[in-house]
């Protein structure tokens, strides 16, 4: 057990949820959480969401107190784990023991890269205890209001780039969310044809006091993002009257990154929380919006063929996290992400076009070997990234080598290492037409992916 972790643990005994504040403007709606770690230090982290001539409803009621309240219980895990104190105190909400119980299941598999990075061993019913000292306030159920459209969170990334595109008939009725502002989010957007009154901007700002504990030595690490999506993206769809949030998380996002455990950087995105979270929205949200993801049917391998395309967006996505933390954006070409990136477009764009989006062919750094094995399998974890699985590098990976072959080119370095000591994939089986069956896609949306994926070569 990490000796950090019980030190901490032991001197801050007591995280409490004291309160949250919502301000509301022309132009913004602004909220702002009370959060305490008794003995250290208060946070007052805040989200601002830019109306930009979009109309939203009233914030004033209890409706959406509770929505906001909720996604506190989210942003509070972010101050929480800096010292992991046992008792969490809620004083500005309700919460039954279902709920609770909700919530620790999110936190304990949300922050699995957490605790294993941090080697803290615990179990779920010991990482924390909650109390609630707010009374119950009834929530009215307007489930059945009128609503059309669908709220599209986007990244950056390839995998939104192809929700956008899937959706593009409906366009009219729907809108982007972006939190972050990053420019090829907007620049995506915008060559998807979405006007600045379709394109919802949020600001999520971390205290800085969080920031000055990560300095001077307090616990760090992963906390489950996309689980603060959910929330936020079910809270503004309530807001501008939308049926539907289409999330971009595939079915490789269930795979464990460390064999035999159940460690996902991913969690929050796996088809298990978005069941949960759909089954939580509709029993204690009550607004009626349908959660779920648009390419759950899909493997990585499915979305980059789909992604291989859309060239129009080619020079201007992005996903590498090193890289976003520079102004431009660019890809580092050092990283997982990168290189995953790199193999998974590989069959499709390489080498032109590939070396074009990257600035360099990733296949030729010796550098990258050991992450190269790493995503391959063949190293003693799956990288800490949103990449996909095993199966999917390595299918990749010996189709692009075939390919290769066929043509009679030299292979580039870390396709000959892989040529020269694993075994090729098994490609008699084209792994782009597979549909994954269980997953929670509308029936209409249901048709599109079908069409668009089954039925083109």
């Known amino acids: 057990m990490n000796e950090k972790f019980l030190k901490l643990r032991n001197t801050y005994k007591t995280f409490i949820y004291h309160d949250y504040h919502i301000?509301?403007?022309?132009?913004?709606?602004?909220i702002t959480y009370d959060f305490e770690i008794v003995g250290l230090c208060e946070f007052h982290p805040t989200i601002e969401i830019k109306k930009k001539k979009i109309p939203f409803k009233s914030v004033e009621n209890d409706f959406v107190k509770n929505l906001v309240f909720n996604i506190g219980m989210v942003e509070l895990v972010s101050y929480?784990?800096?010292?992991?104190?046992?008792?969490?105190?809620?004083?500005?909400?309700?919460?039954?023991?279902?709920?609770?119980?909700?919530?620790?299941?999110?936190?304990?598999?949300?922050?699995?890269?957490?605790?294993?990075?941090?080697?803290?061993?615990?179990?779920?019913?010991?990482?924390?205890?909650?109390?609630?000292?707010?009374?119950?306030?009834?929530?009215?159920?307007?489930?059945?209001?009128?609503?059309?459209?669908?709220?599209?969170?986007?990244?950056?990334?390839?995998?939104?780039?192809?929700?956008?595109?899937?959706?593009?008939?409906?366009?009219?009725?729907?809108?982007?969310?972006?939190?972050?502002?990053?420019?090829?989010?907007?620049?995506?957007?915008?060559?998807?044809?979405?006007?600045?009154?379709?394109?919802?901007?949020?600001?999520?700002?971390?205290?800085?006091?969080?920031l000055r504990l990560n300095k001077e030595g307090f616990l760090n690490g992963h906390t489950p993002f996309s689980s603060m999506l959910a929330f936020l993206s079910y809270f503004i769809?309530?807001?501008?009257?939308?049926?539907?949030?289409?999330?971009?998380?595939?079915?490789?996002?269930?795979?464990?990154?460390?064999?035999?455990?159940?460690?996902?950087?991913?969690?929050?995105?796996?088809?298990?929380?978005?069941?949960?979270?759909?089954?939580?929205?509709?029993?204690?949200?009550?607004?009626?919006?349908?959660?779920?993801?648009?390419l759950r049917p899909l493997n990585e391998l499915q979305i980059a063929k789909l992604f291989s395309r859309n060239k129009q967006y080619h020079q201007i996505f992005r996903s590498c996290n090193v890289g976003s933390k520079i102004v431009p954006w660019e890809w580092c070409g050092e990283c997982p992400k990168c290189l995953f990136v790199f193999i998974i477009l590989s069959p499709f764009l390489y080498?032109?076009?590939?070396?074009?989006?990257?600035?360099?062919?990733?296949?030729?750094?010796?550098?990258?070997?050991?992450?190269?094995?790493?995503?391959?399998?063949?190293?003693?974890?799956?990288?800490?990234?949103?990449?996909?699985?095993?199966?999917?590098?390595?299918?990749?990976?010996?189709?692009?080598?075939?390919?290769?072959?066929k043509e009679k080119t030299k292979l580039p370095y870390l396709l000959q290492f892989y040529k020269d000591n694993y075994e090729l994939a098994d490609t008699t089986k084209d792994i782009t037409k597979r549909y994954n069956e269980i997953n929670s896609v509308p029936e209409e949306f249901d048709a599109i992916l079908k069409e668009n994926i089954l039925n083109v070569n």
């Open 237 to 294: 769809a309530f807001l501008t009257d939308k049926k539907y949030i289409a999330l971009s998380n595939e079915s490789s996002a269930n795979e464990s990154n460390v064999e035999g455990e159940k460690i996902n950087h991913q969690y929050s995105k796996s088809y298990e929380f978005e069941q949960d979270f759909e089954y939580y929205s509709n029993k204690y949200l009550k607004a009626g919006v349908h959660y779920f993801s648009m």
């Open 351 to 405: 080498k032109d076009e590939l070396v074009a989006i990257f600035g360099k062919d990733l296949y030729q750094k010796e550098n990258l070997l050991e992450t190269f094995k790493e995503l391959c399998g063949y190293g003693k974890t799956k990288p800490f990234e949103c990449v996909g699985t095993y199966e999917e590098v390595n299918y990749a990976i010996t189709v692009t080598i075939k390919e290769l072959e």
């Open 23 to 30: 301000e509301d403007s022309e132009d913004n709606i602004k």
């Open 80 to 210: 929480w784990k800096c010292a992991c104190p046992e008792n969490v105190i809620v004083k500005c909400g309700y919460l039954n023991e279902e709920q609770i119980n909700w919530f620790k299941k999110l936190y304990y598999n949300g922050q699995g890269e957490y605790r294993y990075i941090n080697q803290i061993d615990i179990s779920q019913e010991e990482m924390m205890n909650i109390t609630v000292e707010a009374p119950y306030c009834k929530i009215e159920d307007i489930s059945q209001e009128e609503k059309k459209g669908t709220l599209i969170p986007i990244g950056g990334g390839k995998d939104s780039t192809v929700t956008l595109e899937l959706l593009k008939k409906d366009k009219a009725n729907n809108y982007c969310l972006m939190i972050g502002g990053k420019e090829p989010s907007m620049k995506c957007a915008k060559v998807a044809g979405y006007e600045d009154n379709q394109i919802i901007e949020v600001t999520r700002t971390i205290d800085s006091e969080l």
